[in-house]
Structure formats: structure tokens, C-alpha cells
């Protein structure tokens, strides 16, 4: 799969990982992923990972997720080889996608894997879609576009829930704001590196 499919069928991701950066030594504690076929949800992926280490206190009451939960978890190879064939032949979305990449990048790098899809991030395109609003973080936008959520974040799969209902939505506003139909990943990409000035010259652009 290339960027030229379909902004509709997509796998939408979230990491929860024990720090900010895997070159600091940081894995990842937690995948959760929606697969998105045609703008319907089809599919989940969720698992717990040991690091191999014991997380802080800090990060366990961010995340909720503790030692005890981790302590008979599989390992992070072995959670991140399925997740390879998961998200094999699609392209990614996640929320602050920069930060989920390095961690997908890092552990399946450490694995030998790899995937062939390319990221999209949902909250750079949030930022030029709906500049009204208060802040983009995940929960701020949940509350300003009114989607439907169980108050559940920073838990893996909650949050690729959450983030995949944020991206059909920007779909169906693409649709409705701005008649733009069925966009090409591609360009759900390039919009998220447009200037804010310049958003509406190039949604006019990619209109029907």
C-alpha cells in the first residue's frame, strides 16, 4: 500500500511507553490499533508489552498501566512481530504521530521488521482543520467536535479509538465543508504540512 490509497482505509495507532524516547533507553508498554476498510472500523489490536524493566510511578499513574499488569505480559518482540503482520500493506495514523513513529520504528528495528505503509498525524491536520479550537490534544478536540467516548485516555487502544473517530470525522468535514470526497492519503499528508494561511487556498484546490 502507497500513499495514493484511500484516506478512508487506514490503521489508526497509540503507543504508551515507558518515557519519551527510545534512544533514552524508553520501550513501549501498550499498543492499541483500529483498522479502518472503506471508513468503517474492522478490526482492533491491543496487548500489554513487558519492557523488561519496572515503569515508574510517574508513568504508572499516567497510564494506568502497572508492574503487576506488566509482570506476566509478553515481551515487546513478541507483541511488536504480530503487530508487524497487522499493520502490514497499510498506511498509519496517529495522534502526535512523530512520537508513536520513533517508538514503531525503534521496536521493530530492534526485531528485524519493518512496515511499508507511511504516517499521517491527526492532530497537525486538527490544528489546520479546526484552528478554532481551544488546544488540539487528543481529549481537547474529543470534547470540542462532541465525539462519543467513555472518558477513558491514555490507554492504547481507548486512544486509537478515539483518534480513528477524530479522523472520520475530519473525512465527513472534508466532505461537507469543503466537497471533498474520498481524499487520497496523500493528501490528508500534505495538508498537515500546509502553512495555516494558506489551508483554505489548498482545500479549494482538492475539491470536487
Known amino acids: 500500500m502507497t500513499t495514493s490509497q484511500a484516506a478512508n482505509t487506514v490503521i489508526v495507532l497509540d503507543f504508551e511507553t515507558t518515557g519519551l524516547s527510545p534512544n533514552m533507553g524508553d520501550r513501549a508498554i501498550e499498543i492499541g490499533a483500529v483498522k479502518i476498510d472503506n471508513g468503517i472500523i474492522v478490526d482492533r489490536f491491543q496487548q500489554l ?3 523488561g524493566f519496572k515503569v515508574s510511578s510517574f508513568i504508572a499513574g499516567y497510564t494506568g498501566i502497572t508492574n503487576q499488569m506488566l509482570q506476566h505480559a509478553p515481551a515487546c ?5 504480530q503487530f508487524a503482520d497487522f499493520i502490514a500493506g497499510y498506511n498509519l495514523v496517529a495522534h502526535n504521530a512523530s512520537f508513536d513513529q520513533r517508538f514503531l520504528d525503534a521496536e521493530l528495528d530492534s526485531i528485524g521488521r519493518s512496515y511499508d505503509g507511511q504516517f499521517a498525524c491527526s492532530m497537525l491536520i486538527a490544528r489546520r482543520l479546526y484552528q478554532q479550537a481551544p488546544n488540539h490534544k487528543l481529549g481537547s478536540l474529543v470534547a470540542y467536535k462532541d465525539i462519543d467516548n467513555d472518558g ?4 492504547a487502544l481507548a486512544d486509537s479509538e478515539m483518534t480513528a473517530k477524530l479522523w472520520l470525522l475530519m473525512l465527513e468535514d472534508l466532505k461537507s465543508d469543503h466537497r471533498i470526497t474520498m481524499p487520497e492519503f496523500s493528501v490528508m499528508q500534505k495538508l498537515s504540512r500546509t502553512a ?3 489551508v483554505t487556498a489548498y482545500l479549494r484546490k482538492q475539491a470536487c
Open 196 to 198: 495555516k494561511a494558506s
Open 152 to 155: 477513558v485516555f491514555h490507554r
Open 49 to 51: 508489552m513487558n519492557p
Open 77 to 81: 518482540d513478541e507483541v511488536m512481530d
